[in-house]
């Protein structure tokens, strides 16, 4: 059976903050775009997305944001080789008969 490399569809993107019509911050953020959430302030391995702008999870600069979403994709990566390691592989604490 042949496997196929996941797609990964999240996206670095700018936000401005906007009061009475004018710009008063810009930062950068995670989104994904199928499921319309951002990349939150928790850990990966804690509620990584949300919708609520309170918990997203704002960067300076394009490159900052760029790094983390490098950082997150290689952690997700690995833990699909991890899931995807053969059954072989797996250590047992009983030896077969």
């Given at each position: 059976m042949k496997t196929t490399k996941?797609?990964?569809r999240e996206r670095v993107v700018k936000?401005?903050?906007v009061r009475r019509g004018k710009v008063v911050r810009t930062f950068w953020c995670i989104h994904d775009p199928d499921f319309l959430h951002w990349m939150s302030t928790e850990p990966?391995?804690?509620l990584i997305w949300t919708k609520d702008p309170s918990y997203r999870r704002e960067?300076?600069?394009r490159t900052e944001a760029k790094a983390?979403?490098?950082r997150f994709l290689e952690w997700r990566r690995a833990r699909e080789r991890?899931?995807?390691a053969p059954v072989a592989a797996i250590p047992?604490?009983?030896k077969a008969a």
């Open positions: 996941s797609e990964f936000e401005r903050e990966f391995e804690g960067f300076a600069s983390e979403l490098a991890k899931d995807e047992s604490e009983r």
